[in-house]
T-cell receptor
Framework: EPEVTQTPSHQVTQMGQEVILRCVPI?????FYWYRQILGQKVEFLVS????????KSEIFDDQFSVERPDGSNFTLKIRSTKLEDSAMYFC????????????FGSGTRLTVV | QKEVEQDPGPLSVPEGAIVSLNCTYS??????FMWYRQYSRKGPELLMY????GNKEDGRFTAQVDKSSKYISLFIRDSQPSDSATYLC??????????FGTGTSLTVIP
């Protein structure tokens, strides 16, 4: 079964450093998303991406965050200057259309900011 | 008021029990309702989905939506130890983003 692959599975970074989280969505999917889950809290929407541009973003997704699809297979989330409160599990998801049911989530990257 | 409320549990039941998981929501614009299952250190996995009000059954799982009460439920019949996981409700209107509940941790004891 097709999977969304995320790397690394765990990333430790120092406060103030830039970090890039990587995702390989399912190959024929066109819509891409990032969500995060702070330990013990809800899964929260960050951003959706379609046709090489952001289609929707939440209040969490401020100027410190950016997304990119640098080639035909990868989808990245960059955090420019990490803060302690950025520590969370970050999930990438993809879907083949705008329908709400077709999301496939990756296994996540655990980001720890120290 | 939070968009989606879900009792975090934890919920512990004996094998074979019927499990009832619930969420309430405040946004009447939500039209799509989903239940995800999340195992430890894994991403959410879609379990069931419904559109608008009504029931949907898939094997041992039944999802119910009552839009008038802004209440959704997931029932698991004949629960198995392999059902032990965190169950997340999620909702969406016509936009892109899902709104998740906090998740209910379920343990099915053999």
């Amino acid at each position: 079964e097709p999977e969304v692959t995320q790397t690394p599975s765990h990333q430790v970074t120092q406060m103030g450093q830039e970090v890039i989280l990587r995702c390989v969505p399912i190959s024929n999917h066109l819509y891409f998303y990032w969500y995060r889950q702070i330990l013990g809290q809800k899964v929260e929407f960050l951003v959706s991406f379609y046709n090489n541009e952001i289609s929707e973003k939440s209040e969490i997704f401020d100027d410190q965050f950016s997304v990119e699809r640098p080639d035909g297979s990868n989808f990245t989330l960059k955090i420019r200057s990490t803060k302690l409160e950025d520590s969370a599990m970050y999930f990438c998801a993809s879907s083949s259309d705008r329908g709400p049911y077709g999301y496939t989530f990756g296994s996540g990257t655990r980001l720890t900011v120290v | 008021q939070k968009e989606v409320e879900q009792d975090p549990g934890p919920l512990s039941v004996p094998e074979g029990a019927i499990v009832s998981l619930n969420c309430t929501y405040s946004n009447s614009a939500f039209q799509y309702f989903m239940w995800y299952r999340q195992y430890s250190r894994k991403g959410p996995e879609l379990l069931m989905y419904t559109y608008s009000s009504g029931n949907k059954e898939d094997g041992r799982f039944t999802a119910q939506v009552d839009k008038s009460s802004k209440y959704i439920s997931l029932f698991i019949r004949d629960s198995q130890p392999s059902d032990s996981a965190t169950y997340l409700c999620a909702m969406r209107n016509t936009g892109n983003q899902f709104y998740f509940g906090t998740g209910t941790s379920l343990t099915v004891i053999p």
